[in-house]
């Protein structure tokens, strides 16, 4: 039934016609691309991409062409240039330490002539971002700390994204580079559990130990205060994750984080590593040699466990890697000798059925007496 409208009414619901373009296109699995000479089913297909053409591997036959390959492509010719052109289509992968700047436009130099190299020259003196270049100069100066440290990848990508956030924020603006460099990878070390002493970190930088220790302070103030704004920050506000949202306070360097670094130094096994770190551990229990370094501390125990599991090194050997002298470690062993009862498992010193051929086994009358 169909209702009149006086002139000038307005109807309640106004009729719409569906359209159908509006509706959301689904693939028909249920229709498939079949030989026509063949017939087989299923169909013996094949895609080669080279020529963007379906073949039947059957008969041969050209079933489809222009074949649009959706694949990422891999190749690079910037090996087989001859006039500085680069036909590259890949590009590099995105760098999140590099905010966007691996997106640029480059001028190549063409034939050579004077006109291409003038414009190339006037593009890179435009483009110039002395901001970018000192950015890239302090990722590469982490990189180098990190591998004369021994420091694995993920702490020198975490040392890298800390030193971009200072960058940004303006923290150590006219400070020394080095020493921002070499806090960066300090408390990144210390972050993800592979610490190293001040001692360690000056000896591959020539900073001091005191600019270390001042930039590592403001460094762990502006992280701690950085995960407090965002934790209290509006929420929803799409902005991605950084670094300084996982920042954890730790505690100072014990001499059981040393030991790991230094007995690995010194080529030792694992088993005579891991009783090192147990006396290191058990010894802070105990509380002897409270007060002392923990460089010392960490030399002692590795002192004691090389002895103990058959396996000795020499004060000489282990204060070289430990940078200590020879005496401290003796000195420091003097203090540890009274514990040993208390920081030494008798569990060390049997063999159990979980024993491998060839795995030391501790002895008590190895250690040297003092």
Request: charged residues 25%; neutral net charge; contains cysteine.
């Amino acid at each position: 039934m169909v209702s009149m409208l006086s002139p000038g009414q307005i109807p309640d619901e106004i009729p719409t016609l569906a359209n159908p373009r509006d509706e959301e296109w689904v693939e028909n699995l249920n229709i498939r691309l079949v030989c026509p000479d063949c017939r087989e089913d299923p169909p013996n297909l094949t895609e080669e991409m080279s020529q963007g053409d379906v073949v039947c591997l059957s008969c041969g036959l050209v079933v489809g062409d222009r074949l649009v390959d959706n694949r990422s492509e891999w190749r690079t010719f910037a090996n087989d240039d001859v006039g500085g052109d680069d036909p590259s289509r890949v590009g590099k992968a995105t760098n999140p330490l590099e905010a966007g700047h691996e997106l640029e436009t480059a001028i190549s130099f063409g034939d050579g002539n004077m006109r291409s190299r003038e414009l190339n020259r006037a593009h890179a003196k435009m483009n110039q971002d002395k901001g970018r270049k000192s950015t890239s100069e302090g990722y590469a100066r982490i990189a180098q700390i990190s591998d004369q440290l021994g420091v694995n990848e993920p702490a020198c990508d975490y040392a890298k994204h800390l030193y971009k956030l200072t960058n940004n924020e303006k923290l150590f603006k006219g400070k020394n580079a080095e020493a921002i460099n070499a806090g960066c990878v300090f408390i990144a070390c210390r972050q993800l559990n592979t610490p190293r002493s001040f001692r360690d970190v000056n000896a591959v930088t020539r900073v001091s130990k005191k600019d270390i220790g001042r930039t590592f302070k403001m460094l762990e103030k502006f992280l701690r205060h950085h995960k407090h704004s965002r934790m209290t920050a509006t929420p929803g506000s799409g902005s991605l994750k950084e670094v300084g949202d996982g920042f954890e306070d730790k505690q100072a360097t014990s001499a059981a984080d040393l030991v790991i670094g230094y007995a690995s130094q010194l080529l030792l096994d694992p088993k005579t590593i891991s009783i090192s770190k147990s006396i290191a551990e058990r010894l802070n229990l105990v509380g002897g040699l409270a007060g002392r370094s923990p460089l010392s501390v960490a030399a002692a125990c590795i002192y004691m466990g090389t002895h103990l599991m058959g396996t000795p090194k020499m004060p000489k050997e282990i204060g070289k890697i430990a940078g200590v002298s020879d005496g401290t470690i003796r000195t420091a062993y003097k203090l540890l000798w009274p514990q040993r009862e208390r920081i030494i498992d008798p569990g060390w010193l049997v063999k159990k059925p979980e024993h491998k051929q060839g795995d030391p086994i501790g002895d008590m009358k190895r250690l040297p007496p003092v």
